[in-house]
């Protein structure tokens, strides 16, 4: 069996800032440049695209749309996770509470982007934010920070079975947390109906 690759994240990917959006994104229905951002993740670490906002892009600088396969880090904040983009609508872009990390093209065949993305949620790679965050009320990882990550690359059919059974893991987090939600509406029908009497 190969052996695993231990490496940096910058070896394997590229990593550029969300795009500089200066304070509020401003909502704008007749644009057509959607913007991320966190309040776009949910509970299972996906985008919903849906409430995405469309806005105007100003400044010079060359967009960084996102693209599937692409995978976002957020950097600002009290918690610091990586989402894995899928179905993104064209001309997306990332706010700059985010950083924008691809795998680059030498490594395309080698890495999968969405097991990189599970990496760097497991407790390993917290563990070094969590002791590399800067900042005591508005905590932060720099780009130097994410960019040294240790990165472990087993052999590509281990990065399809981690894949497969975090996808299974998170379809039975949805399918649980459906029937707390079903149990919870059922109380409420019965708290009301109690109180009506």
Same mark, same amino acid.
């Given at each position: 069996?190969?052996?695993?690759?231990?490496?940096?994240?910058?070896?394997?990917?590229?990593?550029?800032?969300?795009?500089? !959006?200066?304070?509020?994104?401003?909502?704008?229905?007749?644009?057509?440049?959607?913007?991320?951002?966190?309040?776009?993740?949910?509970? !299972?670490?996906?985008?919903?695209?849906?409430?995405?906002?469309?806005?105007?892009?100003?400044?010079?600088?060359? @967009?960084?749309?996102?693209?599937?396969?692409?995978?976002?880090?957020?950097?600002?904040?009290?918690?610091?996770?990586?989402?894995?983009?899928?179905?993104?609508?064209?001309?997306?872009?990332?706010? @700059?509470?985010? !950083?924008?990390?691809?795998?680059?093209?030498?490594?395309?065949?080698?890495?999968? @982007?969405?097991?990189?993305?599970?990496?760097?949620?497991?407790?390993?790679?917290?563990?070094?934010?969590?002791?590399?965050?800067?900042?005591?009320?508005?905590?932060?990882?720099?780009?130097?920070?994410?960019?040294?990550? @240790?990165?472990?690359?087993?052999?590509?059919?281990?990065?399809?079975?981690?894949?497969?059974?975090?996808?299974?893991?998170?379809?039975?987090?949805?399918?649980?947390?459906?029937?707390?939600?079903?149990?919870?509406?059922?109380?409420?029908?019965?708290?009301?109906?109690? !109180?009506?009497?």
């Amino acid at each position: 069996m190969p052996e695993l690759i231990n490496t940096k994240l910058c070896e394997i990917a590229d990593i550029r800032p969300g795009h500089p !959006f200066r304070g509020t994104i401003t909502p704008v229905s007749s644009a057509n440049t959607h913007a991320v951002q966190v309040r776009d993740v949910n509970n !299972f670490g996906e985008i919903e695209t849906k409430n995405l906002i469309t806005t105007e892009l100003t400044g010079r600088k060359q @967009p960084d749309y996102l693209h599937e396969g692409d995978i976002l880090f957020v950097a600002k904040g009290a918690k610091h996770f990586s989402v894995y983009v899928q179905q993104i609508p064209e001309k997306s872009v990332c706010s @700059p509470h985010f !950083f924008l990390v691809r795998i680059q093209a030498l490594y395309a065949e080698k890495v999968l @982007p969405e097991f990189i993305s599970w990496q760097l949620n497991q407790l390993p790679a917290q563990r070094y934010f969590k002791n590399s965050a800067e900042g005591s009320l508005y905590v932060s990882i720099r780009r130097k920070i994410l960019e040294d990550t @240790p990165i472990t690359v087993p052999p590509l059919v281990t990065q399809q079975r981690i894949v497969s059974l975090h996808r299974a893991a998170v379809s039975e987090q949805k399918v649980l947390q459906q029937l707390i939600t079903n149990r919870q509406q059922q109380l409420n029908v019965i708290a009301t109906d109690l !109180f009506r009497d």
